[in-house]
């Protein structure tokens, strides 16, 4: 397998960035890896945060310990600003992805045609 195929498989198997690390790119991996792990910890701590809510409703006893209830609550979509933002954070993860994928592939197969022309 060539290495633009492995840097673009691990680019988007494992994570952004990870096919420029095996590439020895590293300022453009940490970029990328950076921008995805910032807008997936704004998603996660969003979900975190929801699911904290809802756990301290039903402790409090404003909401039964009723599966449909809960289900409805976890459901439910963001509104206002709070949906803008987690549309604009899962937007840029896989704007992130796919630059990482395309741009590994890129610059692998830029370094195997220095690789044939040294070889």
């Known amino acids: 397998m060539s290495k633009s195929i492995k840097a673009a498989m691990l680019s988007a198997l494992v994570f952004p960035g990870v096919g420029h690390f095996y590439l020895k790119k590293h300022i453009p991996g940490i970029v990328l890896a950076g921008t995805a792990l910032a807008s997936l910890y704004f998603v996660i701590s969003r979900m975190v945060e929801k699911a904290l809510g809802i756990a301290e409703q039903i402790q409090r006893g404003e909401v039964p310990l009723d599966i449909a209830i809960i289900t409805e609550l976890v459901s439910r979509q963001p509104t206002g600003t709070e949906a803008g933002l987690l549309d604009f954070a899962w ?20 370094q195997g045609k220095f690789d044939v022309a040294d070889g």
Do not use: H, K, Q
């Open 91 to 110: 937007t840029v993860l896989v704007i992130s992805w796919l630059i990482g994928i395309a741009d590994s592939y890129r610059v692998g197969r830029v």
